[in-house]
């Protein structure tokens, strides 16, 4: 077995705004992401969060103080163990992001992890050029 990369993260605290086709497609949600936001997510941790048991998706930007104001939904992204791996230069890479996450998730399993159907799969846009997926395990 070859390890896996795997992550424990914390719970994290969203605003989210749900794309009506799943995930594929998505980008467009986070330009409208943006307007609620007063266009200003740069410097902001955003995240593509996809319930695949129902194939809901939603752009979600972590909140690191409250917005009263703001008209959005918010969740959490739960903490726990996930199988992550990094997309360099994502931009130019869109069509590897859906094979990634079937490739994390068969390394996974290959590996003896068990996937953890009640968490979310998540993309962690880390910077301009950097995609993290994560694909929950238990």
């Known amino acids: 077995m070859s390890p896996l990369n795997t992550k424990i993260t914390v719970t994290i605290i969203v605003a989210r705004m749900e794309y009506k086709n799943g995930a594929v497609g998505s980008g467009e949600v986070f330009d409208l992401l943006e307007i609620p936001m007063d266009y200003n ?27 009263p104001d703001i008209d959005l939904k ?46 979310p799969y998540v ?8 995609l993290v997926i994560w694909v929950p395990i238990k």
């Open 41 to 67: 997510l740069q410097g902001r941790e955003l995240f593509g969060v996809f319930y695949p048991q129902t194939n809901e998706y939603f752009a979600s930007v972590a909140l690191k103080e409250l917005f």
């Open 123 to 130: 993309e962690f846009y880390k910077r301009l050029d950097e």
């Open 74 to 119: 918010t969740d959490t992204i739960p903490g726990g163990k996930y199988a992550t791996k990094k997309i360099k230069d994502w931009l130019y890479k869109t069509k590897e992001i859906t094979p990634t996450f079937q490739q994390l998730k068969t390394g996974a399993i290959n590996s003896g992890y068990e996937i953890d159907a009640d968490r």
